[in-house]
């Protein structure tokens, strides 16, 4: 697909209805892709259309605005979450659940990719909890983008 460039649009520029739907599903969504998906963006160019919108002032500016809203003294800031969720996935005896703490992060991070993309990367990892035991078995295999 090309890299299509994105036109100049004012910061004052009204966001389409899309846009501000775009805007308020990021902070639930997965990733950019499917946050443009909820938004009513179609699967196939909802990747682009993320990208394109994220680079476009106006979605820009209204999304560090819906940020900074709803930053609050009582509510703890992403860093601090981060260090608070890595110390509890430090596995320790009084630790309860590090392997959620660590599923936490990585969903913070974005790191799992997006709904129905299992494909995209060849490998798919299953975690298997073993709760007694306190251990985890990563089992790791290649699939095929072809199959």
């Given at each position: 697909?090309?890299n299509?460039?994105?036109?100049?649009?004012?910061?004052?520029?009204?966001?389409?209805?899309?846009?501000?739907?775009?805007?308020?599903?990021?902070?639930?969504?997965?990733?950019?892709?499917?946050?443009?998906?909820?938004?009513?963006?179609?699967?196939?160019?909802?990747?682009?259309?993320?990208?394109?919108?994220?680079?476009k002032?106006?979605?820009?500016?209204?999304?560090?605005?819906?940020?900074?809203?709803?930053?609050?003294?009582?509510?703890?800031?992403?860093?601090?979450?981060?260090?608070?969720?890595?110390?509890?996935?430090?596995?320790?005896?009084?630790?309860?659940?590090?392997?959620?703490?660590?599923?936490?992060?990585?969903?913070?991070?974005?790191?799992?990719?997006?709904?129905?993309?299992?494909?995209?990367?060849?490998?798919?990892?299953?975690?298997?909890?073993?709760?007694?035991?306190?251990?985890?078995?990563?089992?790791?295999?290649?699939?095929?983008?072809?199959?």
């Amino acid at each position: 697909m090309a890299n299509k460039s994105v036109k100049p649009v004012p910061p004052d520029k009204p966001l389409t209805r899309k846009q501000a739907r775009f805007m308020a599903a990021l902070p639930l969504a997965s990733s950019n892709t499917a946050a443009a998906i909820t938004a009513g963006y179609s699967p196939a160019s909802a990747a682009e259309s993320a990208s394109e919108n994220l680079r476009k002032s106006n979605v820009a500016i209204a999304i560090a605005e819906q940020q900074k809203a709803l930053e609050t003294p009582a509510i703890m800031a992403v860093h601090q979450r981060k260090e608070r969720l890595s110390e509890l996935a430090r596995l320790t005896p009084d630790t309860f659940d590090p392997i959620k703490a660590i599923d936490v992060l990585n969903r913070m991070e974005r790191i799992y990719a997006p709904e129905g993309a299992n494909g995209a990367t060849g490998i798919k990892i299953t975690v298997v909890y073993v709760e007694k035991q306190r251990e985890v078995i990563v089992q790791e295999s290649t699939e095929s983008k072809n199959a």
